[in-house]
């Protein structure tokens, strides 16, 4: 664990293995943590806070720069871990890299940008701004499946805002994080700013959830996940952003352009396994083109190549757990016993009997009583569903607890305007589809509270205070 400056073994000295979801073996081991490591943590991130938040933006950026530059140095190392923790192909690990080297970067000169707010007096009797002050200790809760981006999309606010920050990892995916642990040590970054350390979540999250230390609580993960952490953090009054589940629909109306519907579906749906909160969940196709779009897109997964490995470029890697992989069975047989039709996949891939494969599975004539439509499916099952018209297929993308991500794909101005205000989702893509650390990523409804990414994550980290002056 990296905690107040230092590489630590747990206070128990208990370890955790680290399982490769494509082999079942042991890859690595982690100290694992505990109630005591966690308290130790927090004592640490509140000393760090006291120094961090003293120094200018200048100096907090030079550390940043140093820690960028450093990062980068160990880019395959890096990489490497991510493919081996969760089974992510070589080539998408870049992106988890990039989200944290821009993060580092991008901050700061948001940072910068942030100007002091003047508020009029109308008697004209006093002056009136508002200025901004970091929040404090953070701590932040992490999901396995883009390792390294959701410790970017923490790490960058929360340091140029001048928070110090606690990073929990996921258990299933440690390692990368770890190893940012050891960088930061190797490169004598302050004390107790960042602290990096997983555990069992009924010994450590719990702990640090319900300490008084931290000011502001993040996390990425499932709704599930967020509502206990809104629960235990009731013993004071803490900043909350949270980054939830999300079941994206993807309509493809009757004017769209075919070809760029059909491929972004494909990419949004089977990249990273299908294991992305923002993945095309709920693919609705107008009944003219329904039966054409079904035939390419199947023809298309049909092509999805499987592998794993840095030497190897694989479309898809394996699902991270067996229990994820159980649960797509499960999903896959729910939906044909209500009527659905497998269209494609829904087996373990011929030779790759060890590791946690499952093929890319195509079911169509999907509706809503279906698990396939109510859930986060989080993994590699696409579920086409036709429709008749506008208001059928807006009610039916509507038809959700969640509210992260909507794509629709259309060449009618009127419709493009009638559905971005009606859809009710945090982001609203239309024939295309763009993520950036300056574009603001967050939900609605059960998909969470605040934004990752953009000026509006610094929201998280800083406090606003009222100064007025009579004149």
Same mark, same amino acid.
């Given at each position: 664990?990296?905690?107040?400056?230092?590489?630590?073994?747990? $206070?128990?000295?208990?370890?955790?293995?680290?399982?490769?979801?494509?082999?079942?073996?042991? @890859?690595?081991?982690?100290?694992?943590?505990?109630?005591?490591? !966690?308290?130790?943590?927090?004592?640490?991130?509140?000393?760090?806070?006291?120094?961090? %938040?003293?120094?200018?933006?200048?100096?907090?950026?030079?550390? &940043?720069?140093?820690?960028?530059?450093?990062?980068?140095?160990?880019?395959?190392?890096?990489?490497?871990?991510?493919?081996?923790?969760?089974?992510?192909?070589?080539?998408?690990?870049?992106?988890?890299?990039? !989200?944290? +080297?821009?993060?580092?970067?991008?901050?700061?000169?948001?940072?910068?940008?942030?100007?002091?707010?003047? +508020?009029?007096?109308?008697?004209?009797?006093?002056?009136?701004?508002?200025?901004?002050?970091?929040?404090?200790?953070?701590?932040?809760?992490?999901?396995? *499946?883009?390792?390294?981006?959701? $410790?970017?999309?923490?790490?960058?606010?929360?340091?140029?805002?001048?928070?110090?920050?606690?990073?929990?990892?996921?258990?299933? #995916?440690?390692?990368?994080?770890?190893?940012?642990?050891?960088?930061?040590?190797?490169?004598?970054?302050?004390?107790? $700013?960042?602290?990096?350390?997983?555990?069992?979540? #009924?010994?450590?999250?719990?702990?640090?959830?319900? #300490?008084?230390?931290?000011?502001?609580?993040?996390?990425?993960?499932?709704?599930?996940?967020?509502?206990? $952490?809104?629960?235990?953090?009731?013993? %004071?009054?803490?900043?909350?952003?949270?980054?939830?589940?999300?079941?994206?629909?993807?309509?493809?109306?009757?004017?769209?352009?075919?070809?760029?519907?059909? *491929?972004?579906? @494909?990419?949004?749906?089977?990249?990273?396994?299908?294991? @992305?909160? =923002?993945?095309?969940?709920?693919?609705?196709?107008?009944?003219?083109?329904?039966?054409?779009?079904?035939?390419?897109?199947?023809?298309?997964? #049909?092509?999805?190549?499987?592998?794993?490995?840095?030497?190897?470029?694989?479309?898809?890697?394996?699902?991270?757990?067996?229990?994820?992989?159980?649960? &797509?069975?499960?999903?896959?047989?729910?939906?044909?016993?209500?009527?659905?039709?497998?269209?494609?996949?829904?087996?373990?891939?011929?030779?790759?009997?060890?590791?946690?494969?499952?093929?890319?599975?195509?079911? %169509?004539? +999907?509706?809503?009583?279906?698990?396939?439509?109510?859930?986060?499916?989080?993994?590699? =099952?696409?579920?086409? &569903?036709?429709?008749?018209?506008?208001?059928?297929?807006?009610?039916?993308?509507?038809?959700?607890?969640?509210?992260?991500?909507?794509?629709?794909?259309?060449?009618?101005?009127?419709?493009?305007?009638?559905?971005?205000?009606?859809?009710?989702?945090?982001?609203?893509?239309? *024939?295309?589809?763009?993520?950036?650390?300056?574009?603001? /990523?967050?939900?609605?409804?059960?998909?969470? @509270?605040?934004?990752?990414?953009? /000026?509006?994550?610094?929201?998280?980290?800083?406090?606003?205070?009222?100064?007025?002056?009579?004149?």
């Amino acid at each position: 664990m990296y905690i107040g400056g230092k590489l630590l073994d747990a $206070v128990d000295g208990r370890r955790h293995a680290v399982i490769c979801p494509a082999t079942e073996e042991k @890859i690595a081991e982690i100290a694992w943590a505990g109630k005591a490591d !966690a308290e130790l943590a927090l004592k640490a991130a509140e000393k760090g806070f006291q120094y961090w %938040s003293s120094l200018s933006l200048s100096e907090r950026t030079e550390w &940043m720069s140093i820690l960028r530059t450093a990062i980068l140095e160990k880019e395959k190392e890096l990489r490497t871990a991510i493919v081996y923790e969760m089974g992510k192909t070589y080539a998408g690990s870049w992106e988890d890299i990039e !989200a944290v +080297i821009n993060a580092l970067e991008w901050y700061p000169a948001a940072m910068k940008n942030l100007r002091e707010e003047q +508020i009029p007096d109308y008697e004209n009797t006093h002056t009136h701004k508002l200025i901004q002050q970091p929040a404090g200790v953070a701590v932040a809760y992490l999901a396995w *499946n883009f390792p390294l981006l959701n $410790v970017g999309f923490k790490l960058g606010p929360a340091l140029a805002s001048g928070c110090s920050i606690i990073i929990k990892p996921s258990e299933l #995916s440690p390692l990368s994080a770890y190893l940012v642990g050891k960088i930061l040590h190797d490169i004598k970054f302050p004390a107790g $700013v960042v602290n990096i350390l997983t555990g069992p979540s #009924s010994e450590v999250a719990t702990t640090m959830t319900k #300490s008084k230390i931290p000011t502001v609580l993040t996390m990425i993960g499932s709704t599930a996940t967020g509502k206990k $952490v809104i629960q235990e953090s009731t013993t %004071s009054i803490k900043k909350l952003g949270m980054e939830l589940g999300g079941n994206a629909p993807f309509i493809v109306f009757k004017d769209a352009d075919f070809e760029k519907a059909l *491929n972004l579906a @494909i990419a949004l749906k089977f990249g990273n396994c299908g294991q @992305i909160c =923002v993945a095309a969940n709920r693919i609705f196709v107008h009944t003219s083109i329904y039966d054409k779009f079904l035939k390419a897109y199947v023809e298309k997964t #049909s092509k999805l190549k499987l592998g794993f490995g840095i030497d190897e470029e694989p479309d898809m890697g394996p699902l991270v757990t067996r229990k994820d992989r159980d649960r &797509m069975f499960d999903l896959i047989s729910d939906a044909v016993d209500k009527g659905a039709k497998l269209e494609y996949g829904g087996g373990v891939p011929e030779g790759k009997e060890k590791g946690n494969w499952l093929e890319p599975t195509v079911l %169509s004539n +999907i509706n809503n009583e279906m698990r396939v439509f109510r859930e986060e499916t989080f993994g590699p =099952v696409a579920a086409l &569903m036709r429709f008749e018209s506008d208001d059928d297929v807006l009610a039916l993308a509507n038809d959700t607890e969640y509210g992260l991500a909507s794509y629709i794909f259309t060449n009618s101005h009127k419709r493009i305007q009638r559905f971005t205000e009606d859809l009710q989702f945090g982001e609203i893509q239309v *024939n295309g589809v763009k993520y950036a650390i300056y574009l603001p /990523h967050g939900g609605i409804k059960n998909s969470g @509270i605040g934004h990752d990414c953009s /000026h509006l994550a610094l929201d998280d980290y800083l406090v606003k205070k009222r100064v007025s002056i009579a004149i």
